[in-house]
């Protein structure tokens, strides 16, 4: 019986993000954040960057688990990241260019293992690019400046926006406001 409930558990978890994440649900939620910022929504990787510069440049600047998650597409541990069980009042900045991504009133403890947001400060500060990886339908999140890799978004978010920017810590910088 226990077992039973286990196995139905893990189903329904396999059915919920399947339904949220592929097919129609995909496909509509694609459009909806296409629709968030169609000027440099692009869904391509390397448009239209403020910030150049070359891999040896950022391996150089960065620490070597910035470098892994925001150059390398990686993702740090759930729960790892210093900033999932943090709530200082201020702003969050992409950590390769300082180009300010979040605000801490639009932050909520998901219970994912990685700090979430449900709006951007600037629909601008962001692109979003499909990203087909690891057998998944997901939406990758990108500073609009410089192009690192940030996270992914979720159509499972809380209100007003319905929408869950699923963060790596160590992609953001915090800055406490004046
Ligand atoms: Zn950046």
């Not at 293992?113 to 400060?121: I, R, T």
């Not at 939406?139 to 963060?167: K, Q, W």
Request: charge should be negative; aromatic fraction near 10%; include cysteine.
């Amino acid at each position: 019986m226990i077992l039973r409930n286990i196995i139905n558990l893990t189903i329904n978890r396999q059915e919920r993000v399947k339904n949220v994440l592929s097919g129609r649900h995909y496909d509509r939620f694609k459009a909806t954040v296409h629709g968030l910022n169609p000027d440099i929504s692009v869904m391509e990787a390397g448009v239209g960057m403020k910030v150049e510069k070359t891999d040896a440049q950022w391996q150089e600047e960065l620490t070597e688990e910035q470098y892994h998650v925001c150059r390398q597409k990686g993702t740090e541990r759930p729960f790892s990241g210093e900033y999932v069980h943090f709530d200082g009042e201020g702003r969050y900045s992409c950590v390769c260019c300082d180009q300010i991504l979040f605000e801490s009133t639009t932050k909520f403890d998901a219970g994912c293992g990685w700090p979430s947001f449900w709006e951007v400060v600037d629909k601008e500060a962001v692109k979003y690019i499909e990203d087909k990886s690891l057998g998944m339908d997901r939406i990758e999140v990108v500073c609009s400046a410089c192009n690192a890799h940030l996270g992914h978004v979720f159509p499972d978010g809380p209100e007003p926006t319905g929408l869950r920017y699923c963060m790596n810590s160590v992609a953001l910088q915090f800055k406490k406001d004046n």
